[in-house]
């Protein structure tokens, strides 16, 4: 299974909305601040928030910016 990881920062009211989408339809993923994590969302090549990232095995298989409910619930029915 892939592993799902959104990237959000602060005072950014999309990234509540895609937050909020990915519980509200019980997907497991992990949040990481990009204020906490800027090495890290940069070595991703996050360059804005929301961005949803899937990847397995270190591989990324899915690189998506900014929030659209149905884009999130294609992108995890893909790979959940």
């Not at 497991?28 to 990847?55: D, K, N, Q």
Request: aromatic share 10%; charged share 30%.
């Amino acid at each position: 299974m892939a592993e799902i990881i959104l990237f959000v920062g602060e005072n950014c009211p999309a990234c509540g909305s895609a937050e909020t989408f990915l519980k509200k339809n019980r997907i497991r993923f992990e949040e990481i601040r990009v204020e906490e994590a800027r090495e890290y969302a940069r070595a991703l090549g996050v360059m804005s928030v929301p961005t949803l990232i899937v990847r397995s095995g270190g591989a990324i298989l899915e690189h998506y910016v900014g929030f659209q409910g149905q884009k999130y619930k294609e992108i995890v029915e893909k790979w959940a």
